[in-house]
């Protein structure tokens, strides 16, 4: 009887590890799917044992699942003729009824909020026939991104999300830009063009809220995106934007088209002190711009990175941080071979780990810090033999930190915190020679060189206190790999790295 037993459970393991999905998760994405009409078959996958294999669907190496990404492929994209009608960007029915197909149309099953281990979830542009924000919402206190936005809510918001506490991005806009060419005029025989406004705003659901205390609790919170939601009324109040300023690691605010009619209220404002991209255009605000609007000195404009940059190949320092840049990164840097500083930190960029920095192998200073970058850190990285400095702090990578790194023996500070990484620190980390070395002479003299043209700065936070680098030359060497999901135990190597100055694991 106990050989059965044995053989019984044997045989579930082993079905589990086939199947790589939790049977109660794959019933709620099931139930999920019931719940809404699927015109473009996006959902067409979900079939079979392994959910974790579907479509927009990402398990965790426990196989729970951790992401649900539905976002609509093909939103509508229209633009405003000088009839004020909605015509496709393609003038082409075809197309815009493809992408008006491409939604998804429905309610949501308040099975998805079983998914205890979600940590990424996008219902962007989908139809969901001007339902609730579901309560069940509150139940998915992992979730660290959340988009709900365009995806036709119409709701008050109170209280669903206060206790998302883990949340770091949030967006719950309801409109979208659309150019608008109907408020141009054309004189052929002078051959003037006079623009009006050239976008309009497209209304995708109604949300509203009366206050926005429901956001004192989201202290994680990044970036903050609410751009068509009804403030009027919050904004007769002339404190409403109070809860906003306890928000101190907000780097991006939009409430733009929001219906605020109040001051702008630059006191709050100031309190964000790693804001660097703020729109709160089209309201009614009833003061003018402030001058101490001014005080945010790291709001820049909106923008791209010209591709002509891999042009210049003697360039040896660029420095790109602190902007609003949101487009992909050009691939073309990589003909830019005698970087040696590349800073593009504090912006938007989003996707993978850049491949094109593999190409610039005379690379010593690279800051990706403060972005959207996500997924794992590839094995290229131990080929740039001559990095110095390496800051991916506030992204979202994951995986484990990679091997290779140890492998960087010039390498005297890195700062990977505040992201997803996982599993144990590398055994071998004293490969990394420079940090074995008490002396300062080991250092190159032109790695000096480098931070002095460039005017490199690095913030360092340790034990509550911020420091830059640039001041603080006792910090000249470093190790941050705080704030992730590390496990395992502390390597004894570590304890051969005579030269190291700060430690925050």
């Known amino acids: 009887m106990k050989h059965h037993t044995f053989v019984s459970l044997l045989f579930f393991f082993n079905l589990s590890l086939v199947t790589g999905c939790h049977e109660n998760e794959r019933e709620a994405l099931l139930d999920f799917k019931s719940f809404v009409a699927d015109l473009s078959n996006r959902l067409s996958s979900w079939q079979g044992l392994n959910c974790c294999s579907w479509h927009g669907i990402y398990c965790s190496k426990s196989w729970h699942i951790v992401s649900v ?3 609509n492929p093909a939103p509508d994209r229209v633009v405003i003729n000088g009839n004020k009608k909605l015509v496709s960007m393609s003038k082409e029915q075809v197309a815009m009824s493809t992408s008006i197909s491409s939604a998804l149309k429905g309610t949501i099953s308040s099975s998805l909020f079983t998914l205890s281990h979600l940590r990424f979830l996008d219902l962007s542009f989908n139809n969901f026939m001007s339902s609730k924000i579901p309560t069940g919402l509150s139940n998915l206190t992992s979730l660290t991104h ?13 209280a669903q999300l206060a206790n998302l506490t883990s949340l770091r991005v949030l967006d719950l806009s309801c409109s979208y830009e659309v150019p608008d060419v109907s408020s141009i005029s054309y004189n052929l025989t002078l051959k003037k063009v006079n623009g009006g406004s050239l976008h309009s705003f497209i209304h995708r659901g109604s949300l509203h809220s009366s206050n926005l205390k429901w956001l004192e609790g989201l202290h994680n919170l990044r970036e903050l995106r609410l751009a068509g939601v009804d403030f009027y009324e919050a904004s007769q109040s002339n404190k409403w934007a109070e809860p906003i300023s306890l928000l101190s690691n907000l780097r991006s605010l939009h409430l733009f088209n929001c219906r605020v009619l109040s001051a702008i209220p630059i006191n709050q404002l100031l309190n964000l002190i790693h804001l660097y991209s703020l729109r709160m255009d089209s309201n009614s605000f009833t003061s003018p711009i402030p001058n101490q609007l001014a005080n945010l000195t790291s709001i820049l404009i909106f923008g791209t990175v010209p591709n002509s940059l891999g042009n210049y190949t003697s360039l040896i320092s660029l420095n790109l941080g602190g902007n609003n840049f949101s487009e992909n990164i050009p691939s073309e840097i990589e003909g830019a071979k005698n970087l040696s500083y590349l800073d593009l930190s504090g912006n938007h960029f989003e996707g993978l780990f850049p491949s094109f920095i593999q190409k610039l192998e005379m690379i010593e200073v690279l800051k990706l810090a403060h972005n959207i970058f996500e997924g794992k850190i590839p094995q290229f990285i131990g080929d740039l033999k001559n990095l110095c400095i390496i800051l991916l702090a506030w992204n979202f990578f994951n995986g484990s930190i990679p091997e290779e790194i140890t492998k960087l023996e010039k390498l005297q500070y890195m700062d990977f915190s505040n992201n997803e990484f996982s599993g144990p620190i590398p055994e071998k980390i004293d490969g990394m020679r420079m940090l074995t070395s008490q002396s300062r002479d080991a250092i190159p003299l032109g ?16 034990k509550g206190s911020s420091y830059q680098l640039e001041r603080v030359y006792t910090y000249i060497s470093g ?27």
């Open 69 to 71: 990404n539905l976002e």
């Open 146 to 158: 959340l988009n709900l936005s365009n995806a036709m809510f119409e709701d008050s918001i109170v």
């Open 447 to 462: 790695y000096f060189i480098l931070l002095l043209l460039v005017g490199v700065n690095i913030e360092i936070v340790t």
């Open 479 to 505: 190790i941050d790999l705080s704030c992730n999901t590390l496990t395992g135990n502390i390597p004894q190597e570590i304890g051969l790295l005579h030269g190291l100055y700060m430690l925050n694991l």
